[in-house]
Protein backbone atom coordinates (compact mmCIF):
# COMPACT_ATOMS: atom_id res chain seq x y z
CA UNK A 1 0.00 0.00 0.00
CA UNK A 2 1.25 3.63 -0.58
CA UNK A 3 2.04 6.27 1.99
CA UNK A 4 -0.02 8.20 -0.13
CA UNK A 5 -2.86 7.67 -2.42
CA UNK A 6 -4.59 10.27 -3.76
CA UNK A 7 -7.91 9.10 -6.36
CA UNK A 8 -10.04 11.71 -8.80
CA UNK A 9 -9.37 14.64 -5.93
CA UNK A 10 -11.16 17.81 -7.17
CA UNK A 11 -10.89 21.00 -5.63
CA UNK A 12 -13.33 24.24 -5.72
CA UNK A 13 -13.38 27.99 -5.25
CA UNK A 14 -16.87 28.47 -4.75
CA UNK A 15 -18.08 27.65 -7.98
CA UNK A 16 -14.89 27.49 -9.46
CA UNK A 17 -13.13 24.21 -9.99
CA UNK A 18 -9.17 24.60 -9.70
CA UNK A 19 -8.26 20.56 -9.27
CA UNK A 20 -10.24 18.35 -12.08
CA UNK A 21 -9.69 14.56 -10.97
CA UNK A 22 -6.09 14.02 -9.77
CA UNK A 23 -4.89 10.88 -9.60
CA UNK A 24 -1.54 10.67 -7.57
CA UNK A 25 0.39 8.30 -5.04
CA UNK A 26 3.33 8.04 -3.10
CA UNK A 27 5.26 5.65 -1.79
CA UNK A 28 7.33 5.43 1.49
CA UNK A 29 10.61 7.02 1.24
CA UNK A 30 10.00 8.34 -2.59
CA UNK A 31 10.25 11.50 -4.07
CA UNK A 32 8.06 13.19 -6.49
CA UNK A 33 7.88 16.60 -7.73
CA UNK A 34 4.59 18.28 -9.00
CA UNK A 35 5.22 20.46 -11.57
CA UNK A 36 3.68 23.09 -14.06
CA UNK A 37 3.06 26.82 -14.84
CA UNK A 38 1.54 29.19 -12.20
CA UNK A 39 -2.15 29.21 -11.87
CA UNK A 40 -1.87 25.04 -13.27
CA UNK A 41 -3.65 23.94 -9.59
CA UNK A 42 0.01 22.76 -8.18
CA UNK A 43 -0.63 24.19 -4.50
CA UNK A 44 -4.28 23.93 -4.20
CA UNK A 45 -3.52 20.34 -5.15
CA UNK A 46 -0.78 20.38 -1.90
CA UNK A 47 -3.50 22.21 0.61
CA UNK A 48 -6.26 19.69 -0.67
CA UNK A 49 -4.53 16.44 0.32
CA UNK A 50 -2.93 18.38 3.60
CA UNK A 51 -6.61 19.48 4.86
CA UNK A 52 -6.00 23.43 4.41
CA UNK A 53 -8.13 23.59 1.33
CA UNK A 54 -11.24 21.77 2.47
CA UNK A 55 -13.73 22.37 -0.42
CA UNK A 56 -12.63 19.33 -2.07
CA UNK A 57 -14.43 16.04 -2.92
CA UNK A 58 -12.24 12.78 -3.42
CA UNK A 59 -12.74 8.88 -4.09
CA UNK A 60 -9.87 8.34 -2.11
CA UNK A 61 -7.50 10.54 0.39
CA UNK A 62 -5.62 7.95 2.43
CA UNK A 63 -2.13 8.44 3.80
CA UNK A 64 -0.29 5.89 5.83
CA UNK A 65 -3.37 3.66 5.72
CA UNK A 66 -5.70 6.26 6.82
CA UNK A 67 -8.99 7.66 5.32
CA UNK A 68 -8.30 12.02 5.99
CA UNK A 69 -10.73 13.20 3.33
CA UNK A 70 -12.36 14.03 6.84
CA UNK A 71 -9.80 15.53 8.73
CA UNK A 72 -8.48 18.84 9.65
CA UNK A 73 -4.62 19.76 9.05
CA UNK A 74 -4.04 19.71 12.63
CA UNK A 75 -4.84 15.82 12.76
CA UNK A 76 -2.86 15.35 9.10
CA UNK A 77 -0.37 17.00 10.75
CA UNK A 78 -0.09 14.11 13.63
CA UNK A 79 -0.40 11.22 11.15
CA UNK A 80 3.17 12.65 9.80
CA UNK A 81 2.24 14.91 6.74
CA UNK A 82 3.99 18.21 7.07
CA UNK A 83 4.23 21.48 4.78
CA UNK A 84 6.69 23.76 3.35
CA UNK A 85 3.94 26.40 2.70
CA UNK A 86 4.59 29.30 -0.21
CA UNK A 87 6.43 32.05 1.05
CA UNK A 88 7.37 30.55 4.26
CA UNK A 89 4.65 31.58 5.90
CA UNK A 90 6.88 31.78 9.23
CA UNK A 91 5.10 32.67 12.62
CA UNK A 92 6.39 36.45 13.20
CA UNK A 93 6.04 36.74 16.72
CA UNK A 94 8.28 33.73 17.42
CA UNK A 95 11.77 33.95 16.75
CA UNK A 96 13.48 31.33 14.93
CA UNK A 97 14.05 28.45 18.10
CA UNK A 98 10.53 29.26 18.92
CA UNK A 99 9.04 28.69 15.08
CA UNK A 100 11.53 25.37 15.40
CA UNK A 101 10.10 24.07 18.63
CA UNK A 102 6.49 24.85 17.48
CA UNK A 103 6.90 22.03 14.95
CA UNK A 104 6.38 19.57 18.35
CA UNK A 105 3.13 20.40 18.75
CA UNK A 106 2.05 17.71 16.41
CA UNK A 107 3.43 15.43 19.03
CA UNK A 108 5.50 12.93 16.68
CA UNK A 109 8.96 12.07 18.14
CA UNK A 110 11.68 10.87 16.02
CA UNK A 111 15.04 11.72 14.67
CA UNK A 112 14.53 15.34 14.15
CA UNK A 113 15.63 17.54 16.93
CA UNK A 114 16.08 21.29 17.12
CA UNK A 115 19.41 20.38 17.47
CA UNK A 116 19.42 18.12 14.29
CA UNK A 117 18.15 21.03 12.44
CA UNK A 118 20.54 22.84 13.20
CA UNK A 119 22.74 20.38 12.51
CA UNK A 120 21.19 20.54 9.15
CA UNK A 121 21.61 24.22 9.02
CA UNK A 122 24.41 25.69 10.98
CA UNK A 123 23.64 29.08 10.50
CA UNK A 124 20.31 28.56 12.53
CA UNK A 125 22.26 27.78 15.69
CA UNK A 126 23.45 31.78 15.99
CA UNK A 127 20.37 33.01 15.10
CA UNK A 128 18.03 30.85 17.30
CA UNK A 129 17.23 34.26 19.38
CA UNK A 130 16.08 36.48 16.35
CA UNK A 131 13.04 37.45 15.36
CA UNK A 132 12.01 35.38 11.73
CA UNK A 133 11.45 38.75 10.46
CA UNK A 134 15.10 39.79 10.73
CA UNK A 135 16.57 37.51 8.67
CA UNK A 136 16.81 36.85 4.93
CA UNK A 137 14.81 34.88 2.70
CA UNK A 138 17.02 32.10 2.96
CA UNK A 139 17.33 31.63 6.48
CA UNK A 140 13.51 31.82 6.79
CA UNK A 141 13.34 29.28 4.31
CA UNK A 142 15.74 27.15 6.38
CA UNK A 143 13.17 28.00 9.70
CA UNK A 144 10.42 26.91 7.57
CA UNK A 145 11.68 23.72 6.48
CA UNK A 146 13.09 23.23 9.90
CA UNK A 147 9.44 23.39 11.54
CA UNK A 148 7.70 21.42 9.08
CA UNK A 149 11.01 18.49 10.16
CA UNK A 150 10.77 19.24 13.77
CA UNK A 151 7.06 17.39 13.33
CA UNK A 152 9.21 14.24 12.42
CA UNK A 153 6.83 14.04 8.77
CA UNK A 154 6.57 10.18 6.81
CA UNK A 155 5.58 12.70 4.07
CA UNK A 156 7.12 16.01 3.46
CA UNK A 157 5.28 18.39 0.97
CA UNK A 158 7.51 21.28 -0.02
CA UNK A 159 5.59 24.92 -2.03
CA UNK A 160 7.59 26.35 -4.55
CA UNK A 161 10.47 27.15 -2.03
CA UNK A 162 12.65 28.21 -4.60
CA UNK A 163 10.65 30.85 -5.17
CA UNK A 164 12.14 34.54 -4.53
CA UNK A 165 15.86 32.81 -3.73
CA UNK A 166 18.82 32.83 -5.41
CA UNK A 167 20.23 29.85 -7.46
CA UNK A 168 22.95 29.29 -4.72
CA UNK A 169 20.44 28.86 -1.86
CA UNK A 170 17.98 26.71 -3.74
CA UNK A 171 20.88 24.49 -4.67
CA UNK A 172 21.63 24.10 -0.94
CA UNK A 173 18.60 24.19 0.39
CA UNK A 174 17.84 20.92 -2.05
CA UNK A 175 21.26 19.65 -0.96
CA UNK A 176 19.76 19.33 2.41
CA UNK A 177 16.51 17.58 1.64
CA UNK A 178 19.07 14.44 0.34
CA UNK A 179 19.70 14.38 4.46
CA UNK A 180 15.93 14.22 5.13
CA UNK A 181 15.61 11.60 2.54
CA UNK A 182 18.24 9.49 4.03
CA UNK A 183 16.40 9.69 7.70
CA UNK A 184 13.42 8.22 5.38
CA UNK A 185 10.48 10.58 5.09
CA UNK A 186 9.07 10.70 1.75
CA UNK A 187 8.69 14.12 -0.27
CA UNK A 188 6.06 15.88 -2.60
CA UNK A 189 8.43 19.02 -3.80
CA UNK A 190 6.18 21.71 -5.97
CA UNK A 191 8.23 23.65 -8.79
CA UNK A 192 8.22 25.54 -11.35
CA UNK A 193 11.97 24.48 -12.61
CA UNK A 194 11.80 21.84 -14.35
CA UNK A 195 15.65 21.31 -14.26
CA UNK A 196 15.35 21.44 -10.45
CA UNK A 197 12.62 18.81 -10.36
CA UNK A 198 14.28 16.51 -12.41
CA UNK A 199 17.28 16.72 -10.31
CA UNK A 200 15.76 16.07 -7.12
CA UNK A 201 12.55 13.56 -8.18
CA UNK A 202 11.81 10.04 -8.39
CA UNK A 203 8.56 10.44 -10.11
CA UNK A 204 7.29 13.81 -11.63
CA UNK A 205 3.66 14.94 -12.09
CA UNK A 206 3.01 17.60 -14.67
CA UNK A 207 0.13 19.67 -13.69
CA UNK A 208 -1.75 21.85 -16.05
CA UNK A 209 -5.15 24.00 -15.66
CA UNK A 210 -6.35 21.67 -12.66
CA UNK A 211 -5.36 18.30 -14.11
CA UNK A 212 -2.33 15.77 -14.30
CA UNK A 213 -1.63 15.76 -18.29
CA UNK A 214 2.24 13.86 -17.48
CA UNK A 215 3.28 11.44 -15.53
CA UNK A 216 6.23 9.10 -15.11
CA UNK A 217 9.51 7.99 -13.48
CA UNK A 218 11.66 11.19 -13.52
CA UNK A 219 14.75 9.44 -15.50
CA UNK A 220 12.65 8.47 -18.74
CA UNK A 221 11.03 11.54 -19.35
CA UNK A 222 12.62 13.63 -21.70
CA UNK A 223 12.60 17.67 -21.26
CA UNK A 224 10.73 18.13 -24.66
CA UNK A 225 7.90 15.34 -23.03
CA UNK A 226 7.75 17.86 -19.86
CA UNK A 227 8.01 21.18 -21.79
CA UNK A 228 5.42 20.07 -24.04
CA UNK A 229 2.92 18.95 -20.80
CA UNK A 230 4.13 21.93 -18.92
CA UNK A 231 2.97 24.45 -21.58
CA UNK A 232 0.57 22.41 -24.09
CA UNK A 233 2.48 22.76 -27.36
CA UNK A 234 5.63 21.11 -28.51
CA UNK A 235 9.10 22.34 -27.46
CA UNK A 236 11.65 24.09 -29.99
CA UNK A 237 15.14 24.71 -29.02
CA UNK B 1 -4.71 71.47 46.85
CA UNK B 2 -2.12 70.66 48.16
CA UNK B 3 0.59 68.75 47.74
CA UNK B 4 -0.36 65.81 49.80
CA UNK B 5 -3.60 66.30 48.21
CA UNK B 6 -2.15 66.29 44.66
CA UNK B 7 0.16 63.22 45.24
CA UNK B 8 -2.66 61.69 46.92
CA UNK B 9 -5.05 61.74 43.97
CA UNK B 10 -1.84 60.91 41.80
CA UNK B 11 -1.79 57.40 43.41
CA UNK B 12 -5.71 56.83 43.92
CA UNK B 13 -5.73 56.92 40.13
CA UNK B 14 -2.67 54.96 39.64
CA UNK B 15 -4.43 51.74 41.78
CA UNK B 16 -7.78 52.46 40.53
CA UNK B 17 -6.06 51.45 36.82
CA UNK B 18 -5.34 48.08 38.60
CA UNK B 19 -9.13 47.67 38.27
CA UNK B 20 -9.44 48.67 35.19
CA UNK B 21 -6.51 46.61 34.06
CA UNK B 22 -8.25 43.54 34.87
CA UNK B 23 -11.70 44.93 33.19
CA UNK B 24 -9.28 44.70 30.02
CA UNK B 25 -6.95 41.95 29.80
CA UNK B 26 -9.45 39.28 28.93
CA UNK B 27 -10.38 41.72 25.98
CA UNK B 28 -7.07 42.29 24.95
CA UNK B 29 -6.22 38.34 25.04
CA UNK B 30 -9.08 37.43 23.14
CA UNK B 31 -8.40 40.34 20.25
CA UNK B 32 -4.66 39.44 20.28
CA UNK B 33 -5.16 35.76 19.58
CA UNK B 34 -8.90 35.73 17.59
CA UNK B 35 -9.56 38.90 16.12
CA UNK B 36 -13.12 38.89 18.37
CA UNK B 37 -14.41 41.91 19.72
CA UNK B 38 -16.61 40.80 22.16
CA UNK B 39 -18.85 43.84 23.01
CA UNK B 40 -20.83 41.48 25.95
CA UNK B 41 -17.34 41.78 27.29
CA UNK B 42 -18.28 44.33 29.80
CA UNK B 43 -21.50 41.98 30.55
CA UNK B 44 -19.46 38.94 31.30
CA UNK B 45 -17.88 40.96 34.06
CA UNK B 46 -21.36 42.02 35.85
CA UNK B 47 -21.84 38.28 34.82
CA UNK B 48 -19.11 37.53 37.05
CA UNK B 49 -19.99 39.98 39.98
CA UNK B 50 -23.34 38.21 40.08
CA UNK B 51 -22.16 35.08 40.00
CA UNK B 52 -20.13 36.05 43.33
CA UNK B 53 -22.75 37.46 45.10
CA UNK B 54 -24.36 34.12 44.23
CA UNK B 55 -22.01 31.68 46.03
CA UNK B 56 -21.70 34.13 48.93
CA UNK B 57 -25.94 33.95 48.99
CA UNK B 58 -24.77 30.12 49.58
CA UNK B 59 -21.82 29.74 51.15
CA UNK B 60 -21.03 32.50 54.24
CA UNK B 61 -17.62 32.61 53.17
CA UNK B 62 -15.20 35.70 52.19
CA UNK B 63 -15.63 37.02 48.55
CA UNK B 64 -11.62 36.63 47.91
CA UNK B 65 -12.63 33.04 48.60
CA UNK B 66 -15.71 32.94 46.22
CA UNK B 67 -13.08 33.43 43.74
CA UNK B 68 -11.99 30.02 43.90
CA UNK B 69 -15.30 28.50 42.66
CA UNK B 70 -16.26 32.33 40.42
CA UNK B 71 -13.12 31.72 38.05
CA UNK B 72 -13.07 27.73 37.45
CA UNK B 73 -16.61 28.21 36.50
CA UNK B 74 -16.43 31.41 34.74
CA UNK B 75 -13.37 29.67 32.75
CA UNK B 76 -15.46 26.44 32.03
CA UNK B 77 -17.79 28.43 31.01
CA UNK B 78 -16.38 30.30 28.48
CA UNK B 79 -14.12 27.38 26.67
CA UNK B 80 -18.10 26.38 26.28
CA UNK B 81 -19.00 29.20 24.71
CA UNK B 82 -15.84 29.48 22.32
CA UNK B 83 -16.32 26.32 21.25
CA UNK B 84 -20.05 25.90 21.31
CA UNK B 85 -20.74 29.34 19.87
CA UNK B 86 -18.37 31.73 19.01
CA UNK B 87 -15.74 29.50 16.84
CA UNK B 88 -18.96 29.35 14.42
CA UNK B 89 -19.14 32.81 13.82
CA UNK B 90 -15.22 33.42 13.93
CA UNK B 91 -14.73 33.87 10.14
CA UNK B 92 -13.54 36.43 6.97
CA UNK B 93 -16.75 38.88 8.02
CA UNK B 94 -16.20 41.00 10.87
CA UNK B 95 -19.97 41.77 11.73
CA UNK B 96 -20.63 38.51 12.57
CA UNK B 97 -18.93 38.06 15.99
CA UNK B 98 -19.99 41.87 16.46
CA UNK B 99 -23.69 41.08 16.06
CA UNK B 100 -23.40 37.87 17.92
CA UNK B 101 -21.94 39.55 21.12
CA UNK B 102 -23.92 42.27 20.64
CA UNK B 103 -26.92 40.11 21.01
CA UNK B 104 -25.53 38.54 23.78
CA UNK B 105 -24.91 41.72 25.53
CA UNK B 106 -28.45 42.41 25.11
CA UNK B 107 -29.33 38.62 26.68
CA UNK B 108 -26.79 39.19 29.77
CA UNK B 109 -28.58 42.49 30.84
CA UNK B 110 -32.14 41.08 30.45
CA UNK B 111 -31.39 38.26 31.94
CA UNK B 112 -29.67 39.29 35.41
CA UNK B 113 -32.93 42.12 35.28
CA UNK B 114 -35.38 39.29 35.19
CA UNK B 115 -33.24 37.23 37.84
CA UNK B 116 -31.25 40.23 40.07
CA UNK B 117 -33.90 43.20 39.54
CA UNK B 118 -32.85 46.37 39.29
CA UNK B 119 -31.28 46.61 42.60
CA UNK B 120 -27.87 47.63 42.96
CA UNK B 121 -25.54 45.42 44.90
CA UNK B 122 -22.57 45.07 46.38
CA UNK B 123 -20.20 42.59 48.09
CA UNK B 124 -18.69 43.06 51.45
CA UNK B 125 -15.36 42.06 52.01
CA UNK B 126 -15.43 43.51 55.55
CA UNK B 127 -12.76 45.51 57.34
CA UNK B 128 -10.31 45.43 54.08
CA UNK B 129 -12.44 47.62 52.43
CA UNK B 130 -11.54 50.80 54.74
CA UNK B 131 -8.20 49.54 55.89
CA UNK B 132 -5.74 52.01 55.16
CA UNK B 133 -2.03 52.45 55.26
CA UNK B 134 0.14 55.77 56.31
CA UNK B 135 2.79 56.69 53.91
CA UNK B 136 3.78 60.23 55.75
CA UNK B 137 0.94 62.14 55.76
CA UNK B 138 -0.82 60.70 52.70
CA UNK B 139 -3.19 57.69 53.72
CA UNK B 140 -3.79 54.93 50.69
CA UNK B 141 -6.66 52.53 50.91
CA UNK B 142 -5.30 48.75 51.76
CA UNK B 143 -8.07 47.40 49.07
CA UNK B 144 -7.06 48.87 46.30
CA UNK B 145 -3.03 48.67 46.74
CA UNK B 146 -4.74 44.24 46.92
CA UNK B 147 -6.76 44.87 43.58
CA UNK B 148 -3.54 46.35 41.73
CA UNK B 149 -1.42 44.01 43.27
CA UNK B 150 -3.54 41.05 41.93
CA UNK B 151 -3.33 43.08 38.69
CA UNK B 152 0.31 42.98 38.34
CA UNK B 153 0.23 39.14 39.03
CA UNK B 154 -2.14 38.51 36.52
CA UNK B 155 -0.52 40.72 33.99
CA UNK B 156 2.89 38.95 34.99
CA UNK B 157 1.34 35.40 34.80
CA UNK B 158 -0.19 36.21 31.64
CA UNK B 159 2.99 37.51 30.15
CA UNK B 160 4.90 34.40 31.61
CA UNK B 161 2.30 32.40 29.93
CA UNK B 162 2.42 33.80 26.45
CA UNK B 163 6.15 34.47 26.16
CA UNK B 164 7.95 31.38 28.25
CA UNK B 165 5.15 28.24 27.65
CA UNK B 166 4.48 26.19 25.14
CA UNK B 167 0.99 27.13 25.37
CA UNK B 168 2.06 30.51 25.10
CA UNK B 169 3.94 29.90 21.82
CA UNK B 170 0.84 27.91 20.53
CA UNK B 171 -1.45 30.97 21.29
CA UNK B 172 0.96 33.45 19.85
CA UNK B 173 1.42 31.12 16.62
CA UNK B 174 -2.52 31.08 16.27
CA UNK B 175 -2.47 34.90 16.54
CA UNK B 176 -0.12 35.34 13.70
CA UNK B 177 -1.73 32.41 10.92
CA UNK B 178 -4.78 30.61 12.66
CA UNK B 179 -4.49 28.35 9.32
CA UNK B 180 -0.72 27.72 8.71
CA UNK B 181 -0.85 26.52 12.68
CA UNK B 182 -2.40 23.05 11.60
CA UNK B 183 0.73 22.31 9.59
CA UNK B 184 2.57 21.80 12.98
CA UNK B 185 -0.81 20.16 14.53
CA UNK B 186 -1.86 22.86 16.28
CA UNK B 187 -5.56 22.99 16.60
CA UNK B 188 -7.02 26.83 15.90
CA UNK B 189 -10.39 25.79 17.29
CA UNK B 190 -9.07 24.32 20.64
CA UNK B 191 -6.49 27.26 21.41
CA UNK B 192 -9.03 29.29 20.47
CA UNK B 193 -11.28 27.90 23.63
CA UNK B 194 -8.27 28.19 25.84
CA UNK B 195 -7.83 31.34 25.28
CA UNK B 196 -11.48 32.37 25.76
CA UNK B 197 -11.31 30.30 28.95
CA UNK B 198 -8.28 32.38 30.21
CA UNK B 199 -10.06 35.43 29.57
CA UNK B 200 -13.06 34.60 31.48
CA UNK B 201 -10.78 33.35 34.69
CA UNK B 202 -9.61 37.39 34.23
CA UNK B 203 -13.26 38.26 33.88
CA UNK B 204 -14.07 36.40 36.94
CA UNK B 205 -11.40 37.62 38.47
CA UNK B 206 -12.28 41.49 37.91
CA UNK B 207 -16.11 40.87 38.39
CA UNK B 208 -15.48 39.98 41.72
CA UNK B 209 -12.96 42.32 42.95
CA UNK B 210 -15.20 45.63 41.22
CA UNK B 211 -18.40 44.51 43.13
CA UNK B 212 -16.33 44.73 46.56
CA UNK B 213 -15.25 48.14 45.48
CA UNK B 214 -18.26 49.85 43.58
CA UNK B 215 -22.42 48.80 43.38
CA UNK B 216 -23.15 47.06 40.26
CA UNK B 217 -26.67 46.62 38.75
CA UNK B 218 -27.31 44.88 35.25
CA UNK B 219 -26.86 47.71 33.19
CA UNK B 220 -23.07 48.63 34.59
CA UNK B 221 -21.71 46.14 31.33
CA UNK B 222 -21.35 48.64 28.34
CA UNK B 223 -19.44 51.59 30.89
CA UNK B 224 -16.84 48.31 31.73
CA UNK B 225 -16.56 47.57 28.26
CA UNK B 226 -15.74 51.22 27.10
CA UNK B 227 -13.30 51.20 30.28
CA UNK B 228 -11.53 47.81 28.47
CA UNK B 229 -11.83 49.01 24.82
CA UNK B 230 -10.30 52.70 26.08
CA UNK B 231 -7.48 50.83 28.38
CA UNK B 232 -6.72 48.32 25.67
CA UNK B 233 -6.17 50.71 22.92
CA UNK B 234 -4.50 53.84 25.33
CA UNK B 235 -1.85 50.56 26.14
CA UNK B 236 -1.53 48.96 22.76
CA UNK B 237 -3.36 45.96 21.21
CA UNK B 238 -1.57 42.76 22.63
CA UNK B 239 0.65 43.55 24.76
CA UNK B 240 -0.43 42.71 28.53
CA UNK B 241 1.98 45.60 30.20
CA UNK B 242 1.17 48.09 27.59
CA UNK B 243 -2.90 47.07 28.75
CA UNK B 244 -2.03 47.61 32.19
CA UNK B 245 0.04 50.86 31.69
CA UNK B 246 -3.06 52.01 29.19
CA UNK B 247 -5.80 51.37 32.45
CA UNK B 248 -3.51 53.69 34.70
CA UNK B 249 -3.53 56.44 32.31
CA UNK B 250 -6.78 55.92 31.96
CA UNK B 251 -8.17 56.21 35.63
CA UNK B 252 -5.27 58.62 36.49
CA UNK B 253 -6.57 60.78 33.82
CA UNK B 254 -10.16 60.16 35.01
CA UNK B 255 -9.19 60.69 38.76
CA UNK B 256 -7.60 64.13 37.28
CA UNK B 257 -10.79 65.26 36.22
CA UNK B 258 -12.77 63.87 38.45
CA UNK B 259 -10.87 66.77 40.95
CA UNK B 260 -11.34 69.28 38.99
CA UNK B 261 -14.67 68.93 39.01
CA UNK B 262 -17.00 65.21 38.82
CA UNK B 263 -18.59 65.78 35.95
CA UNK B 264 -15.24 65.69 34.65
CA UNK B 265 -14.57 62.43 35.57
CA UNK B 266 -15.45 60.50 32.05
CA UNK B 267 -14.74 62.78 29.52
CA UNK B 268 -11.40 63.49 31.11
CA UNK B 269 -10.47 59.70 30.23
CA UNK B 270 -12.10 59.70 26.69
CA UNK B 271 -10.36 63.03 26.01
CA UNK B 272 -7.33 61.04 26.72
CA UNK B 273 -8.30 58.36 24.70
CA UNK B 274 -9.06 60.60 21.96
CA UNK B 275 -5.42 62.41 22.37
CA UNK B 276 -3.69 58.83 22.39
CA UNK B 277 -5.67 57.76 18.86
CA UNK B 278 -4.53 61.22 17.32
CA UNK B 279 -1.09 60.82 18.23
CA UNK B 280 -0.26 57.07 18.62
CA UNK B 281 -2.58 55.22 16.96
CA UNK B 282 -0.85 51.81 18.06
CA UNK B 283 -1.36 52.70 21.41
CA UNK B 284 1.56 54.01 23.73
CA UNK B 285 3.24 50.19 23.38
CA UNK B 286 2.38 48.23 20.99
CA UNK B 287 4.23 45.67 21.22
CA UNK B 288 1.54 43.59 19.99
CA UNK B 289 1.00 39.70 19.72
CA UNK B 290 0.42 39.90 15.89
CA UNK B 291 2.75 41.66 14.09
Known amino acids: MSLLEVTALRAFYGDFQAIFGVDLNVEEGECIAI ?13 SILGLH ?83 GGQ ?65 YCLREGAVVLSGDAKSLTRNDIAEAYFGLGAHG | MSTTDVISLLIQGVLL ?18 RLVNLAHGDFIVVAAYAGLSVLLVLPIHPFLALAIVVPVMALFGYLLQLGLFNRVLGTDPF ?9 SVIIQNVLLLTFSADTRRLSAGAIETQSVAVGPISIGVYPIAVFAVALLVTAALQWLLYATPLGRQLRATSDDPEIVGIVGVERLRIFAIASAIAF ?3 AIAGVLMAVRTNFDPS ?37 GAAIDPAYQNIAGHLVFVLVLLLRPSGLFPRVIHS
Open chain 2, 96 to 104: RPLLVTFGI
Open chain 2, 17 to 34: GGLYALFATGLSLVFGVM
Open chain 1, 54 to 136: RQRTSAQLSFAGREITALAASEVSKLGMSLVPEGRRLFSSLNVVENLEIGRSAGRSGYWTVERVYELFPALRELARRPVTKLS
Open chain 1, 140 to 204: QQMVAVGRALMTNPKLLLCDEISLGLAPIVVRSMYESFKQVRVQGAAMIVVEQDISQALAVADRI
Open chain 2, 201 to 203: GVI
Open chain 1, 35 to 47: IGANGAGKSTLLR
Open chain 2, 220 to 256: IGPGRLLVAFEAVIIGGLGSFWGTLIGAMVLSLAQSV
